[in-house]
């Protein structure tokens, strides 16, 4: 892992508060990382909850920074405010630090936590301008990663941190900086984990602020183990605790919808099929499938006697059934009249598909293999033939 580059949040000479950015030796564009340590809003414990959790974040694919942010005396809203100004910075930043600008995760423990926390549920009352570009950028995480948090300050509190955070204020405001009664439908995914033994910040914290996450129908994974300390970082000496970080990072890819680029994708599959012969699948829909490099099957039927004869301008012919077939496209059984097959004998039904494979066979056509029920309804009885 590089040196950390230290980037001042604010031109205000006053203020000390920076951001550890740690430049990776490629400059592939990656979701983004920002640790923000614990500390009780008295102290910021860089050492055990900054690099060291970057630097693992970093194996798993990350870009990522570390969050040295205003503590007591000062109280709110200057380190939410030193968050939020490392959130625009990272996005103004985008392409030249390597970043996904749409896929920026907070890691907060305990008061970080709490920080982390806050920055999902008060990004719309918090200012953090500092007079250049990176104002316009927006403030909201777009997921949050929560050890051990203090959420809060009116049930299993940690009160040394509130009283860090608001001062005086403390008695008049916890409600307000309980984040768990700040969750609603607009909150980003939130990963929480935490121990039953912790002794200084109980583990119902990180349960009320899932549960409020659920009640809110907002994307949430809650890992509560059955024993640990407080302050367990990553887990040291714990097998089932340090496995955290990588079940994090997963909850980012398939709930956050962060991607890496380092990583193979998942391979999908897009499945197109046409039916009812009408006659631009080969005059229009061809064309543009083979332009984009995608495959079909066209699922063609005849109808009855009497709708074809008035409808047959609309419909393909053989011949235009062996065009599709001869630029690639599979051609399948949809019945010769189009009926409910629910209906139908054993008799009829097969009269129906075979009557149907004889005109396509006529036309040079292969033998189909895949079969499309006619308007949609599934038949039972058709699964045998």
């Not at 920002?34 to 414990?45: A, D, E, H, N, S």
């Not at 939020?84 to 423990?109: H, M, S, T, Y």
């Not at 299993?156 to 700040?182: I, M, P, Q, V, Y």
Request: proline share 6%.
């Amino acid at each position: 892992m590089n040196e950390a580059v230290k980037i001042k949040l604010w031109s205000d000479e006053k203020i000390t508060s920076c951001l550890d950015y740690y430049p990776r030796k490629d400059r592939l564009r990656r979701p983004a990382m920002l640790v923000i340590p614990g500390g009780g809003y008295g102290v910021v414990c860089e050492s055990t909850e900054g690099r060291p959790v970057a630097e693992k974040f970093e194996s798993l694919g990350f870009q990522t920074f570390v969050l040295n942010y205003r503590i007591a005396p000062e109280h709110f809203p200057a380190p939410q405010q030193d968050a939020f100004r490392a959130i625009k910075l990272i996005r103004a930043n985008a392409e030249k630090w390597g970043v996904k600008p749409d896929q920026i995760a907070l890691c907060g423990f305990s008061a970080g936590g709490h920080l982390a926390a806050s920055c999902a549920t008060l990004y719309r009352e918090v200012e953090a301008f500092n007079g250049d570009a990176a104002d316009r950028e927006n403030q909201k995480p777009d997921a949050v990663v929560l050890g051990y948090p203090v959420i809060s300050f009116i049930e299993s509190s940690h009160l040394g941190t509130g009283h860090n955070l608001l001062g005086d204020e403390f008695e008049k405001r916890k409600a307000e900086f309980s984040l768990e009664l700040r969750v609603d439908t607009e909150t980003p995914p939130a990963f929480i984990w935490h121990t039953v033994t912790d002794q200084m910040v109980p583990y119902q914290n990180s349960i009320l602020y899932y549960e409020a996450m659920v009640h809110s129908k907002r994307p949430a994974e809650l890992h509560i183990y059955p024993d640990g300390p407080h302050g367990m970082q990553l887990g040291y000496g714990r097998r089932d605790v340090s496995s955290w970080p990588a079940e994090a990072k997963e909850f980012l890819r398939y709930t956050a919808h962060f991607s890496f680029p380092d990583e193979p994708q998942e391979e999908k599959t897009v499945v197109l099929t046409f039916d009812d012969a009408v006659k631009n699948h080969l005059s229009f829909v061809a064309p543009l499938l083979k332009k984009y490099g995608f495959g079909a099957t066209f699922f063609p039927c005849r109808f009855s006697k009497e709708w074809r004869a008035e409808h047959e301008e609309s419909l393909l012919t053989g011949n235009d059934l062996k065009a599709l077939a001869d630029m690639g496209f599979e051609i399948g059984n949809h019945t010769f009249n189009h009926p409910d097959m629910r209906t139908l004998s054993d008799e009829n039904a097969d009269k129906e598909i075979s009557e149907l494979a004889d005109f396509l066979e006529k036309n040079g056509i292969e033998k189909c293999v895949s079969f499309a029920y006619p308007g949609g309804p599934f038949a039972e009885n058709i699964v045998p033939l």
